[in-house]
């Protein structure tokens, strides 16, 4: 039997799926991210994704032909020539490169999706004024760190990963005004997503029971693996994130981007991910209800009545997507007594946010929105999904499988058919 497995690096756990060579589930396993001292992180995730093998059952691990590797989007770190990390891996959300935000502003192009203080561009140059970084010589995402684990090849990366790292994914290159930085490292080279890197280290094999021929395929990012899960392919298609946040993507032949929005595209195959993430979200639920709440009150709610209320649902002040105003207010008056009719207004405004973020998308190029897959805490409210089908106009679809770790898996099998 052949299999394939897809390895998820989250934020709080990491999970794997097994997959067959018909896409069904064989095996799974998750093991819970403790928070760890930044300077043992890498380490960390070393011990954590070995563990992650041991648990696989040696029948199953014989039978492995590939392994694809989705880490979380922006953590990167610094290693050495033999691929030792260099400091501590700076996360997704570490803002500590604001402070060259200026400088980064007057080399990148206007609007440029490295324009972020959490860009993977914007890390580089922090670290390069590390006194480590004189003993650096790669810098790799997380995906592409812990693929090197297995794989055992350096300064590889994926298109996915390095978006934010200022590659140009339609010219397949590093742009000239990023080469002309010349910053003293060794930037990635970039591969496809699931593109087969190499096979395992021998010695790998051998300690874990993999075959020596299992291959060791590119990595991708957590979102667009889940997105890649969901089984949506066409243009017009679109996952909706009800999480935390609502994050919205959607597959089109044109490629979108306004930093401004916050909006840029990632490249799948042939076609555009074109993407944007609001700041409300289930975030504002929790501060309302518990889970149990939600639920209860929700089947209270009819959703083929309007609700009275014209919420804008945030925690605190400031929207990028699908309106950019920093300073903009939450709107969640008048408040009233019941709170069945409360909670419904505040899913119905979110709602409103969601399609207003499809129509934008499309406003600026996107292909015609066709059908909503839904993924995150959210999807599982039937009423807010109703709810949801009134204000975007389309079918609403259950995905087949939310998991970036299946995502994954599904790239790898991809990948050992290149
Ligand atoms: P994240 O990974 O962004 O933290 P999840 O995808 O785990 O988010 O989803 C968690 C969110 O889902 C919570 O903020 C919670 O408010 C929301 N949620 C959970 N259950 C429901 C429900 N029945 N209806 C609406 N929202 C829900």
Sequence with gaps: MSLYLGIDFGTSGVRAAIIDGGANIRARSRRSFEVSEPSKRANYWRQVLFGLLEEIPQQLRQEIKSITINGTSGTVLLCDRNGNPLDEP??????????????????????????????????????????????????????????????????????????????????????????????????????????????????????????PNCLICAGTTDSIAAFIASGANSPGEAVTSLGSTIAIKLLSRTRIEDAKYGIYSHRLGDLWLAGGASNTGGAVLKEFFTVDELESLSHQIDPTQKSDLDYYPLLKAGERFPINDPNLAPKLEPRPSDRVEF????????????????????????????????????????????????????????????????????LAMAGSMM
């Design 90 to 211: 700076l996360m997704y959300n570490d803002n500590r490169s604001a402070s060259v935000l200026e400088i980064l502003k007057k080399l990148a192009p206007a609007k440029h999706t490295v324009l972020s203080a959490t860009s993977s561009l914007a890390k580089l140059l922090w670290m390069s004024q590390l006194p480590s970084f004189s003993q650096a010589k790669y810098f790799l995402h997380q995906a592409d760190w812990l693929a090197f684990l297995l794989h055992g090849q350096l300064g590889i990366s994926d298109y996915h990963n390095a978006l934010k790292l200022g590659y140009d994914v339609e010219a397949f290159e590093y742009p000239d005004w990023l080469q002309s930085l010349q910053i003293p490292i060794q930037l990635p080279q970039i591969c496809a997503p699931g593109t087969p890197i190499s096979q395992i280290r021998s010695e790998l094999a051998f300690e874990y029971g993999l075959s």
């Design 343 to 410: 909670l419904h207004g505040l899913l119905e405004g979110m709602s409103r946010i969601e399609a207003q973020g499809y129509e934008l998308l499309q406003i600026l190029g996107a292909d015609r929105l066709t059908r909503v897959y839904t993924a995150g805490g959210g999807a599982a409210n039937d009423t807010w999904t109703d709810i949801r089908r009134h204000h975007l106009g389309v079918p609403m679809i259950e995905p087949n499988n939310s998991e970036a770790a299946y995502g994954s898996a599904l």
